[in-house]
């Protein structure tokens, strides 16, 4: 029963997933390389969850999503974070209104289904925490009125590396509430003389199309739920998070000082959607052990605190990540 019931999934997914390739080649008509950032925004969209990019300015971080936002017939709204921005900016604010005497509610641009947040670390905390609230509760407080955010809702943000002038660190609290962090790293150099010959134009425009539709998109999220995921690969995920909390359980004693902080519940939710979402990326209706593993790092990379140990071992918590898939038992 349970085969036939895996079966039939996996036919549902290899139909429903066709338009995640239609998706692709869109971006990749404008994106050259980077499969592995296209395939994370991809995952993030399919299981609800924001995604951080980072990467040195230049590496197309604000092109990609830019692409990715105009394969889906939905409102799309680019915030460029600087060190001056109030949460208004944001959100919105209450406009008196002289006629009546009452205060209206103006919406701000957070009122989109997809977001880019670029320069992220560039805004002050006042302007994260009004993000912040967007993020986990899908909704907004202006004034005493709580909006509800549309369905879908996605920040996809960017931030350059921390040690750049004028940035401010994320709380942990926010790095928290994204499922992805991806890191975005330089083109190979066959794909850099490929940018060359197709970017190099001065009023050259490449158009992608709208592929997909809000209501594509939520269909496609329910049958993400609907993947299957054995018994063995759910305690395989719980293992991995719970080594970053206690890793002498599983024979790891020499990491107890060098990890400050290990991943939360959260981490263990996000990386079983993450993993659904890579499967159904793949094209298959079930989640295996590989999935977890190349998904791992991007779910779990911000989520693990490194001590001061460690950085004047000059380990980073990607090090310290690394060593625990290597460790842990494989179902």
């Known amino acids: ?51 951080l990019l980072e990467g040195v300015p230049g590496l197309a971080k604000t092109m990609a999503v830019k692409t990715l936002a105009g394969t889906i017939q939905a409102k799309f709204q680019r915030l460029q974070f600087t060190p001056d921005m109030l949460p208004a900016d944001l959100t919105g604010t209450l406009i008196y209104d002289q006629r009546t005497g009452d205060f209206k509610v103006k919406t701000g641009p957070i009122f989109a289904n997809i977001i880019l947040a670029d320069e992220i670390n560039r805004a ?57 962090k991806v890191k975005v790293h330089y083109p190979l150099k066959e794909e850099e003389h490929e940018i060359l010959k197709r970017m190099s134009f001065t009023n050259k425009q490449i158009h992608v199309q709208q592929v997909i539709t809000p209501k594509d998109l939520l269909h496609a999220r329910g049958i993400v739920d609907e993947i299957y995921i054995d018994e063995k690969i759910e305690r395989y995920i719980v293992n991995i998070v719970d080594a970053t ?32 979402a890579y499967a159904f990326v793949q094209g298959r209706g079930y989640v295996t052990p590989q999935d977890i593993k190349s998904i791992g790092m991007d779910v779990l990379r911000h989520r693990v605190i490194v001590s001061y140990e460690a950085e004047a071992e000059e380990k980073t918590s990607e090090d310290l990540i690394k060593r625990i898939f290597d460790e842990i038992e494989v179902p």
């Open 1 to 51: 029963m349970m085969e036939q019931n895996i079966t039939l999934i996996n036919e549902k997914v290899k139909k429903e997933s066709g338009f995640v390739d239609a998706v692709m080649k869109e971006m990749q008509k404008v994106i050259v390389g980077q499969k592995h950032l296209l395939e994370r925004l991809m995952i993030g969209l399919l299981s609800n969850g924001h995604v």
């Open 124 to 180: 002050p905390a006042k302007v994260q925490s009004a993000l912040l609230e967007a993020m986990q509760e899908r909704q907004v407080t202006i004034g005493d009125t709580t909006l509800k955010l549309e369905d879908p809702f996605l920040v996809l943000a960017t931030q350059n590396p921390i040690e750049q002038e004028g940035t401010y660190p994320l709380p942990e609290a926010q790095v928290d509430r994204f499922m992805l």
């Open 245 to 276: 909390r206690h890793p002498q359980t599983y024979g790891m004693a020499d990491l107890n000082g060098l990890i400050q902080y290990g991943a939360s519940p959260r981490a263990t939710i996000f990386l079983t959607v993450a993993a659904k």
